[in-house]
């Protein structure tokens, strides 16, 4: 069974630098591409960024690109969202999904599935 665990969310002040975690269980990230996406109070979800198997594919949405970073410890078996110069409107519930396709769906949210239950992040000053 495919399950993914997210953590790292908190209470967080604009500029901050937090960090997710998306922990696999019942396969390895050998086998899968990784997707964050985020859905703020409100509004619907969106992707943020893919990271395929070997890392050779990444892509990010405009609103995060420069901003955050997504990779791939293959020894531990986890995938890291690097969240940089955070601002109000990054505050959302953050969930990794896998994809056996390599991030071919791009961040097209329909195309995803098997969440996590997602970590919350709260931007405030």
């Known amino acids: 069974q495919v399950k993914l665990e997210e953590s790292g969310g908190g209470l967080v002040q604009p500029g901050g630098i937090p960090r997710h975690t998306c922990a696999p269980s019942?396969?390895?990230?050998?086998?899968?591409?990784i997707g964050w996406f985020r859905q703020a109070p409100g509004k619907e979800r969106e992707g943020t960024s893919c990271?395929?198997?070997?890392?050779?594919?990444?892509t990010y949405a405009d609103s995060v690109k420069g901003r955050f970073t997504i990779s791939i410890d293959s020894a531990k078996n986890r995938v890291y969202l690097q969240m940089n110069n955070l601002k109000h409107e990054d505050t959302a519930a953050y969930h990794c999904?896998?994809?056996?396709?390599?991030?071919?769906?791009?961040?097209?949210?329909?195309?995803?599935?098997?969440w996590g239950q997602g970590t919350q992040v709260a931007v405030s000053s």
């Open positions: 990271i395929n198997e070997m890392s050779e594919y990444i």
């Open positions: 019942g396969f390895t990230l050998d086998d899968y591409a």
């Open positions: 999904a896998p994809d056996v396709t390599g991030c071919t769906h791009g961040l097209a949210v329909n195309a995803w599935g098997s």
